[in-house]
């Protein structure tokens, strides 16, 4: 079965800092997608990113990084500068197909406090 | 804000009773997905549907059952409430039906069940 752990549970940092949340999965198919999400203090399911498994280029959106290597099963994001805004719940997620469908498999989620 | 919308935001009920949460996917999205997200289980997949058939099951109880519309909205059914079904019910909607998919989750339904 499909298995994603965020082994951080909480990160507290202060604002500024760079902060690094940390994803491993497992997964039997070779190709599969993994995506990350934030679930902010006001409940809703955030879409960050998605990578496919056949693609290892690091990823950077503004702030936002993401480094995916396949050699250790890990989907690591990292946020720069960190700003108080980025407090919220983090979810990874791997995509499992099931004859044709979909369903996402997630981790426990890292809650990532920024203070100021 | 994802598109995805989810009616009602807040459900307060009793156990026993039975529960209608509807989602309305966005546009254009033909899957929809219902996710439960509770302190101890996580975020769990229960049901997708794709254009109003059922495509996968997941960790979904009996007392659960959840239908796609011609109109691609869902309702998920949730009776004989128990004070462990209290969660954020979360409805997310894709394009097609396959894993390549991006899922984009609506706002979420929070039941409470006293």
């Known amino acids: 079965a499909q298995k994603v752990t965020q082994a951080q549970t909480e990160i507290s940092v202060v604002e500024k800092e760079d902060v690094t949340l940390d994803c491993v999965y497992e997964t039997r198919d070779t190709t599969y997608y993994l995506f990350w999400y934030k679930q902010p203090p006001s409940g809703e399911l955030v879409f960050l990113i998605r990578?496919?498994?056949?693609?290892?280029q690091n990823e950077i959106s503004g702030r936002y990084s993401w480094n995916f290597q396949k050699s250790t099963s890990s989907f690591n994001f990292t946020i720069t500068a960190s700003q108080v805004v980025d407090s919220a719940v983090y979810f990874c997620?791997?995509?499992?197909?099931?004859?044709?469908?979909?369903?996402?498999?997630f981790g426990q989620g890292t809650r990532l406090t920024i203070n100021p | 804000d994802s598109g995805v919308t989810q009616t009602p935001k807040h459900l307060i009920t009793a156990t026993g009773q039975r529960v209608t949460l509807r989602c309305s996917p966005r546009?254009?999205?033909?899957?929809v997905y219902w996710y439960q997200q509770s302190l101890d289980q996580g975020l769990q997949f229960l049901i997708q549907y794709y254009n109003g058939e059922e495509r996968a099951k997941g960790n979904i109880l009996e007392r659960f059952s959840a239908q796609q519309f011609p109109d691609l909205h869902s309702e998920l059914n949730l009776s004989s409430l128990e004070l462990g079904d209290s969660a954020l019910y979360f409805c997310?909607?894709?394009?097609?039906?396959?894993?390549?998919?991006?899922?984009?989750f609506g706002p979420g339904t929070r039941l409470t069940v006293l």
């Open positions: 997310a909607s894709s394009h097609r039906q396959g894993f390549t998919d991006t899922q984009y």
């Open positions: 546009s254009g999205d033909l899957s």
């Open positions: 997620a791997l995509s499992e197909a099931e004859g044709g469908a979909q369903k996402l498999v």
């Open positions: 990578r496919n498994s056949f693609d290892e």
